[in-house]
């Protein structure tokens, strides 16, 4: 079994930064893709951002220029450095891997529980 845990939440001012930590473990022959997604009360989950093996990154609109997904390959880990963050950004996040448990297997979705990121003065 696959296992993504998310750490680096928390609630601070408009202005501020935080860094999202997300460390995959368990059964892990190779991860393709990770990324970072989040969901905002009363909203839908939406791609903050995200990185391929070859380290590809895509961003949110919203996020470029504020955000930097970055990926530790050899640790399995996914960060997310966030920038200026301001109340918008308020949300729970949520890492996803796209991970192949064993040569015999293809590759499948796994996210984590997330954490929470709160931007209030």
């Known amino acids: 079994q696959v296992r993504l845990v998310e750490s680096g939440g928390g609630l601070v001012q408009p202005g501020e930064s935080l860094r999202l930590s997300c460390v995959a473990s368990?059964?892990?022959?190779?991860?393709?893709?990770m990324g970072w997604y989040r969901q905002a009360p009363g909203k839908q989950r939406e791609l903050v951002a995200q990185?391929?093996?070859?380290?590809?990154?895509s961003y949110a609109e919203s996020v470029k220029g504020r955000f930097t997904i970055s990926r530790d390959t050899a640790l399995n880990t996914v960060y997310l450095q966030m920038n200026s963050l301001n109340p918008a950004d308020t949300a729970h996040y949520f890492c996803?891997?796209?991970?192949?448990?064993?040569?015999?297997?293809?590759?499948?979705?796994?996210w984590g529980l997330g954490t929470q990121v709160t931007i209030s003065s």
């Open positions: 996803k891997a796209n991970v192949r448990a064993s040569a015999s297997t293809w590759y499948r979705e796994y």
């Open positions: 368990g059964s892990i022959f190779s991860i393709n893709s």
């Open positions: 990185t391929t093996y070859g380290g590809v990154t």
